[in-house]
């Protein structure tokens, strides 16, 4: 039961232009929610996260959106870099589970020149 | 500042021998530990976690064990590979009660033949 799931396994966009990853979950109890970045043969390093007390956070170029009544969330990149291609997870975890990530099967983006 | 490191990079192993990847963290006392496995064309999927030394809980039935001998020391194990074992593992630690953000080390590579 996958239950953080990306749906686009790719994405490909215009250096300078906006990205936007997306990502569903189906547990109700999820109430922080992640995203990684991971370049091949590493491990995935923390790029943003999101409580559900809010519906965006913004660092630098990365935003991002939860809307809790859809079980949604999303990654906007803006201005997209070459060097932001890369495959990015999005992760949740709830209160009491310490930080027992729940991870979907990633995003690979490819910004190109 | 916190470091961690697991090792070794890259594994090839034939089926059915035994298998041990370590991992230390620096810099950070009584971490939470994990153990994650990216199997091709899926998600990170959480394996082991551990709140102290000698706790360990597993969260999947499988081929494989780990143990924590000493507090910033966590072992993955297996006394005989299966084909099905491939994957990158990535080993990570979070504080003691944090919720959410873990920090992965550089990730090994096994390959079962």
């Known amino acids: 039961d996958q239950q953080v799931k990306q749906n686009s396994p790719s994405l490909s966009v215009q250096e300078g232009r906006i990205s936007i990853l997306n990502c569903d979950y189906t547990?109700?109890?999820?109430?922080?929610f992640l995203w990684y970045k991971k370049y091949p043969a590493e491990g995935p390093t923390f790029l943003i996260s999101i409580s559900s007390i809010k519906d965006k956070n913004e660092d630098g170029r990365f935003t991002v959106f939860l809307n809790k009544s859809a079980k949604h969330l999303s990654l906007h990149i803006v201005p997209s870099q070459p060097g932001d291609s890369a495959v990015y997870f999005c992760a949740a975890s709830h209160t009491g589970t310490a930080s027992k990530l729940t991870f979907g099967t990633g995003t690979r983006l490819q910004v190109t020149l | 500042s916190q470091t961690i490191h697991q090792w070794p990079a890259t594994l090839v192993q034939p089926v059915g021998s035994p298998l041990s990847l370590e991992c230390t963290v620096e810099g950070t006392s009584n971490p939470n530990l994990y153990w994650y496995r990216q199997a091709a064309g899926r998600g990170l999927q959480l394996l082991f976690y551990s709140v102290g030394i000698g706790q360990i809980s597993s969260e999947v039935p499988q081929n494989l064990s780990a143990s924590r001998p000493q507090d910033r020391q966590f072992i993955l194990s297996s006394k005989k590979l299966l084909l099905s074992d491939s994957g990158f593992y990535l080993c990570a630690w979070s504080p003691t009660g944090a919720t959410g953000e873990l920090f992965f080390g550089e990730g090994s590579r096994l390959t079962v033949l």
């Open positions: 547990n109700s109890m999820f109430d922080y």
